[in-house]
């Protein structure tokens, strides 16, 4: 007597791949309700840059058909087209293929950015704070909540695709060129939230993912850069990269969608592996399993300062490394830049100009870490490491003063840092030594602003923790208003309501010293406030 065993085998077998994606359809709708605010702030936050970068180029940098010349012929030198680029078809060059060619490349990593983080929000910072556990208890398949991301991802990357590609028309673009505008960038968007999903499950941290995918994103720019540099419109090493497969769909230069196959077969692949990978572990494990720590402290790390630091050290080191890096590079574009008659820069030294631009943005990235730095504090409260610290003779100022302490002087150092590394490039593209003290100089002087973007956070900290989360919308507001505000027609008082709007900036700044001693004296200010509010109000458990 025979039996065939066969298909009772792959009736099994399709249940359980069934029963891996049980209560996908739930895990969405909660994704959705959860990132109610959060992706449609995303999505119309890029959307709207679109004709904001337009009509700032438009009036500040190309308002004449001289202009443009000139600017197109700038942003084809090889050193520019690491930052912007490449430049299809610019024998026939016109203000919309002059915008895409100075700014597409950040609405793609804006778009990357947006993925990953929504990916990991989703995947791995569920399962590290124990709520994918719970979740897990109902009848929700292994693969639901990653499937749920995925599909979110997938949407937000649409509507994105839909609403830029609107922006697009809007400002003179055609309809097919405006769609494989949008479309370009989903692409980007769902590689890296493919890239995150792989990421979510290497780690036992949702900051180990992120940043592991931020560095994917941070090589795929580099290598998108390195093949700007090779050719006009992409050497051998563009195609290498993501951002690059998306910019060479050749937006009003040819209009091709092949390259978007690329991004899509690789989304693919990953996703693929994620899955695969995800298999194979145990919920809430890693397959890069965290280093344990020594089973005693050495005597030196028994203060709240030397905690702080401890803390703060790995952090402080990528920052580093990162600023070193980019400094080196930003700083060695300046010997390929002379005397412009571009009206932003009103015909000044277009090297020292470039220099003052770069030196801004350092302090804006500064602020960035300032900015995290204390959400990390706050990521200490909510998960329950704070009360055992708080347990011992360790008050809470003493904690939060060391912390803050620790981080103020993490941005002193981080930008001397960024400042050695710019004025290390600018001196030796340029065969000028005098740059590298006037460009430390500069980015010292900005000293005072990022303390403020410091305190803000720790005063919210302590006063009201549960909307620290406005740090940013300080952050964000202070750069655009400082940068894009005169050219939107924003009046000067209000211009003078940004944090970063009060030190000069250009040509490598000034000390101004009544500006510097308010900012010092608001940020003092902010951070009594966050001193005091942290002594008087109940900690978060979870």
């Known amino acids: 007597m025979t039996a065939t065993v066969s298909p009772a085998h792959s009736r099994t077998g399709s249940r359980a791949a069934s029963g891996h994606l049980t209560g996908t359809g739930a895990m969405v709708r909660l994704a959705l309700r ?29 308002p004449t058909p001289e202009a443009l010349a000139e600017a197109t012929e700038l942003i084809q030198v090889s050193f520019m087209r690491v930052l912007a680029g490449p430049f299809f078809d610019a ?25 990953i983080l929504l990916v990991t929000r989703h995947t791995r910072a569920e399962e590290q704070t124990g709520r994918a556990e719970l979740i897990r208890a109902a009848v929700v398949g292994r693969h639901a909540q990653l499937t749920a991301a995925l599909i979110v991802a997938l949407l937000g990357d649409a509507a994105l695709a839909v609403f830029t590609a609107v922006a697009a028309i809007s400002i003179g673009f055609p309809t097919g060129g405006a769609l494989l ?24 941290y949702a900051r180990g993912a992120g940043g592991l995918a931020g560095a994917v994103l941070f090589g795929a720019w580099i290598l998108r850069g390195a093949g700007a540099m090779q050719s006009q419109e992409g050497g051998p090493l563009f195609w290498l990269s993501p951002i690059g497969w998306s910019q060479q769909a050749r937006v009003l230069a040819g209009d091709r969608w092949w390259p978007l196959g690329l991004s899509a077969l690789l989304a693919g692949l990953l996703v693929a592996g994620a899955y695969a990978l995800a298999s194979r572990r145990d919920l809430a494990a890693a397959f890069v399993a965290p280093r344990p720590g020594r089973a005693t402290a050495p005597s030196w790390l028994r203060s709240p300062f030397t905690l702080a630091l401890r803390l703060q050290q790995g952090a402080i080191g990528w920052w580093g490394a990162a600023f070193v890096t980019v400094g080196l590079v930003l700083g060695g574009m300046t010997g390929g830049m002379s005397t412009t008659a571009l009206p932003i820069f009103a015909g000044a030294d277009f090297g020292r100009a470039w220099l003052s631009l770069m030196v ?28 055992p610290v708080l347990a011992g003779p360790t008050g809470r100022s003493t904690w939060l003063g060391s912390s803050l302490l620790v981080s103020a002087l993490a941005l002193v150092v981080l930008l001397a840092v960024y400042g050695l590394a710019l004025g290390a490039g600018a001196a030796a593209s340029s065969g000028d030594p005098a740059l590298a003290g006037e460009v430390v100089r500069a980015c010292l002087l900005r000293i005072p602003e990022v303390l403020v973007l410091l305190a803000v956070p720790a005063a ?8 620290i989360s406005a740090a940013w919308v300080v952050l964000v507001y202070s750069a655009f208003v400082q940068i894009l ?24 700044g000034a000390f101004a010293p009544v500006a510097t001693v308010v900012l010092v004296a608001l940020a003092a200010a902010l951070t009594a406030l966050g001193l005091y509010g942290m002594r008087r109000r109940d900690l978060t458990t979870g």
Do not use: C
Not at 184 to 194: E, P, T
Not at 485 to 508: A, D, E, I, M, R
């Open 485 to 508: 505000g005169p050219y939107w027609g924003v009046q000067g008082w209000l211009v003078n309501t940004s944090v970063l709007s009060h030190l000069p900036w250009h040509p490598l």
């Open 460 to 467: 919210l900290l302590g006063l009201a923790p549960r909307a």
């Open 34 to 62: 959860r990132d109610r605010i959060k992706l449609p702030i995303w999505v119309l936050a890029i959307t709207v840059l679109v004709p904001r970068f337009y009509y700032a180029a438009t009036t500040a940098v190309v």
């Open 91 to 115: 024998e026939a060059v016109t203000t919309q293929k002059y915008f895409l060619a100075a700014y597409w490349v950040e609405f793609l990593l804006a778009a990357a950015l947006m993925n």
């Open 181 to 204: 505008f949008g479309a370009s960038l989903a692409a980007a968007g769902l590689v890296f939230a493919a890239v995150a999903a792989v990421t979510a499950q290497l780690t036992e």
């Open 360 to 387: 801004f943005t350092g302090s804006l990235y500064t602020g960035v870490f300032a900015v995290l730095s204390v959400l990390r504090l706050r990521a200490e409260e909510v998960r329950g490491r704070l009360g």
